[in-house]
């Protein structure tokens, strides 16, 4: 409760990860690790999970080729076949993120800033992790799916979805620091 004639705001403060994956203890320097993975956050391809992609292979695939142009790692990022501490130590590595909305995301807590993050959104049910994603530092790019909501399945335009990763991807490339 907030007493009478008292304000407050809700500022975004730079985090520091309250858990660290090497091993290291929090306020001393952890190792740095090569920045030079590419992410796609799959949801399944079976289609039992909400917000599932019919097309994601294809998606997926486009997503690969183009970072492996770019000289980038691509692996495939889910709770089905990663542990956790693989899954934080993949998102600190992450140069490129790509994920339909989903709870998988909240692993970019744990990504460096200047990690550029592609999120798919069900246009129906419109909220995003854009606000947490800024306050960390990261480049957000939000991508629509036109009529969707959070209960089916969906296909994504593989046109749209290629001009969008190719600019996320181009500009993330064109930082000097990885």
Same mark, same amino acid.
């Given at each position: 409760?907030?007493? @009478?004639?008292?304000?407050? @705001?809700?500022?975004?403060?730079?985090?520091?990860?309250?858990?660290?994956?090497? /091993?290291?203890?929090? /306020?001393?320097?952890?190792?740095?690790?090569?920045? &030079?993975?590419?992410?796609?956050?799959?949801?399944?391809? *079976?289609?039992?999970?909400?917000?599932?992609?019919? *097309?994601?292979?294809?998606?997926?695939?486009?997503?690969?080729?183009?970072?492996?142009? @770019?000289?980038?790692?691509?692996?495939?990022?889910?709770?089905? *076949? =990663?542990?956790?501490?693989?899954?934080?130590?993949?998102?600190?590595?992450?140069?490129?993120?790509?994920?339909?909305?989903? /709870?998988? *995301?909240?692993?970019?807590?744990?990504?460096?800033?200047? =990690? =550029?993050?592609?999120?798919?959104?069900?246009?129906?049910?419109?909220?995003?992790?854009?606000?947490?994603?800024?306050?960390?530092?990261?480049?957000?790019?939000?991508?629509?799916?036109?009529?969707?909501?959070?209960?089916? @399945?969906?296909?994504?335009?593989?046109?749209?979805?290629? &001009?969008?990763?190719?600019?996320?991807?181009?500009?993330?490339?064109?930082?000097?620091?990885?």
């Amino acid at each position: 409760m907030i007493a @009478k004639g008292f304000s407050c @705001k809700i500022i975004y403060v730079r985090r520091t990860p309250p858990l660290f994956v090497d /091993g290291s203890i929090p /306020g001393h320097t952890r190792p740095p690790l090569p920045r &030079n993975l590419c992410l796609w956050g799959s949801r399944g391809v *079976n289609g039992d999970c909400p917000r599932c992609l019919e *097309n994601e292979v294809r998606l997926s695939q486009i997503v690969q080729s183009l970072c492996e142009e @770019k000289g980038l790692e691509f692996k495939v990022f889910s709770v089905r *076949n =990663t542990s956790f501490d693989e899954r934080l130590t993949m998102v600190r590595r992450a140069r490129f993120i790509v994920a339909v909305h989903g /709870g998988l *995301n909240f692993h970019f807590y744990w990504a460096e800033p200047t =990690t =550029t993050f592609v999120e798919i959104v069900m246009e129906l049910a419109a909220h995003s992790l854009a606000p947490a994603s800024l306050s960390l530092g990261l480049y957000y790019w939000y991508l629509p799916v036109p009529g969707a909501d959070h209960y089916t @399945k969906h296909i994504i335009v593989p046109e749209t979805f290629f &001009n969008v990763t190719v600019a996320a991807l181009d500009e993330q490339m064109a930082l000097t620091a990885p």
